[in-house]
């Protein structure tokens, strides 16, 4: 995949990559696309960093939702995780109704990282946030 950034412009690279010993041919010689095994994400880097706050795990919540994934890490891109422009428009719409921001669909664009979309939120919307650690918890009310 890093190798792709450097030849082929971002809208092309392909959301998931899945090696294959042989290609499947039919009797006429053409690649069997029926016998191909079905695309799946890479799980390689899934749950490497997990959320270190709440809005953090509201987030990786959203995503994995959107993206119907199981787990999704804090550092994991939205679009390097199989998203595309009309899941993007499904999280915005997530977004608004879980956490009332008006955001639109560049967002996801400029900040497409659980941590990225927590920092930006928290920097240009006024969003409170708490770590995760018993320190960063203290200070939660009890009606959260």
């Known amino acids: 995949r890093q190798h792709l950034t450097t030849q082929l412009p971002a809208y092309m690279i392909p959301a998931y990559l899945t090696p294959i010993d042989t290609i499947p041919l039919t009797t006429n010689g053409k690649i069997d696309k029926t016998a191909l095994p079905p695309p799946q994400a890479d799980t390689a880097s899934a749950g490497s960093t997990p959320p270190r706050t709440i809005l953090e795990v509201v987030l990786t919540d959203l995503y ?49 990282t659980p941590q990225q979309l927590a920092a930006l939120l928290r920097d240009k919307h006024g969003f409170d946030d708490a770590d995760l650690s018993d320190e960063g918890l203290e200070g939660l009310d009890d009606g959260l």
């Not at 719409?93 to 669909?105: F, G, I, K, M």
């Open 64 to 112: 994995a939702s959107v993206l119907a994934c199981e787990q999704v890490s804090a550092d994991d891109g939205f679009f390097d995780i199989g998203g595309n422009s009309l899941q993007a428009m499904q999280l915005i719409t997530q977004l608004r109704s879980t956490l009332a921001v008006d955001l639109d669909v560049a967002t996801v664009f400029l900040a497409p």
